[in-house]
């Protein structure tokens, strides 16, 4: 095949940023995609409805057609009648960041299961909003996802209408919680699929490769590929994007987030085909999050790529710095038409 045109693909777990950040960054994924989820974790967390309000216009300003679905980052001082507000609004996606587990979350919740928490989500239940999770724990970097997989259970039985996803699935086991529970879907990014943690520090370290959760085992990364490939039902795409100046990537304490958004369909595509199975990635980035997320699609967009060669570039400049893309300066064998 020597093109492909994909209807209305979705990001949906995608890191914007604030500022001069955001402007930068958000070019790629309007370009690409209908919309995404808008992670909230800022600098000062989208913790209120007027916060996310003014995120969402901030987005629209620079990107009218895209279709920012915003998310609530959960802290422990979340109160139950704020939920009806967002959804009056239109946010019904709550995002809960154990405290601590990355980036930007330390106003994340401390204890999940606690009585208020566990209240909030029954309101959030009976509202049809939606649960993303960060799911990792605070033990052995390559058990976290795994020692987290018992809260996921717990909340899918005690509020099994409520919709759980499990955001960037890394780890082979937390895929049993996809086939016992109804109410959990998963998003999965490119990175996940196609690496493994000896591209982070199998020969040197490289800092653009380090993201939580953390890059596991080959044998993760086969079992969550075919996931992919194969469009499985509750898994959707999530590129997990999250941009960071070449100065925060390379300083001691390195922050964690993989720059993807530049790209990203080229890439898929070219996985896809590798694999034989271009049939599958339309449900994959579209098909299966507007099922799973309802979502309302105003305008339907169409994206044609075509083979063809193109580059990533290699950086993007922003405030007298610059971002490195994930495989930045690398050639591509297809190219979306603009
Ligand atoms: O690698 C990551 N980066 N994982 C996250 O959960 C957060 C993200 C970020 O905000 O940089
Ligand atoms: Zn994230």
Not at 73 to 100: A, C, R
Not at 215 to 244: C, I, M, Q, R, W
Not at 264 to 280: A, G, M
Request: aromatic content about 8%; charged content about 20%; hydrophobic content about 40%.
């Amino acid at each position: 095949m020597n093109s492909i045109t994909l209807k209305n693909p979705f990001d949906m777990h995608l890191h914007l940023r604030e500022g001069e950040i955001l402007k930068a960054v958000l070019p790629f994924s309007a370009q690409s995609f209908s919309g995404g989820v808008i992670m909230p974790n800022l600098k000062t967390p989208v913790t209120t409805s007027q916060l996310a309000q003014s995120y969402r216009e901030e987005i629209a300003s620079l990107a009218p057609d895209f279709l920012a679905l915003m998310t609530i980052y959960v802290t422990d001082f979340l109160d139950k009648e704020s939920l009806q507000d967002l959804s009056e609004v239109g946010i019904k996606i709550l995002k809960l960041y154990p405290k601590g587990a990355t980036t930007n979350s330390d106003s994340g919740v401390s204890s999940i299961l606690n009585p208020n928490l566990l209240e909030i989500l029954k309101v959030a239940q009976d509202l049809g909003m939606i649960l993303s999770i960060h799911g990792e724990s605070d033990g052995f970097s390559m058990d976290r996802e795994y020692e987290f997989l018992k809260v996921f259970e717990n909340l899918a039985k005690r509020f099994p209408k409520l919709h759980i996803v499990l955001e960037h699935m890394s780890d082979h086991r937390s895929i049993k919680v996809l086939e016992n529970f109804e109410n959990i879907t998963a998003t999965l990014t490119y990175h996940h699929i196609t690496m493994d943690l000896d591209s982070l520090l199998g020969k040197n370290l490289n800092p653009h490769y380090f993201c939580k959760p953390i890059l596991k085992t080959p044998y993760d990364k086969e079992a969550l590929l075919d996931l992919a490939l194969n469009a499985h039902k509750k898994v959707s795409f999530g590129s997990d994007s999250a941009p960071h100046l070449i100065s925060n990537k390379y300083s001691q304490n390195a922050f964690g987030g993989i720059f993807s958004a530049p790209n990203l369909l080229p890439r898929l595509v070219e996985l896809f085909e590798r694999h034989n199975k271009l049939e599958n990635l339309q449900a994959f980035v579209s098909d299966n999050a507007i099922t799973n997320y309802k979502i309302k699609v105003k305008k339907d967009k169409f994206i044609t790529l075509k083979k063809s060669p193109s580059k990533i570039p290699d950086s993007i400049p922003v405030l007298d710095s610059k971002i490195i893309p994930l495989f930045g300066g690398s050639d591509l064998m297809w190219q979306e038409l603009v």
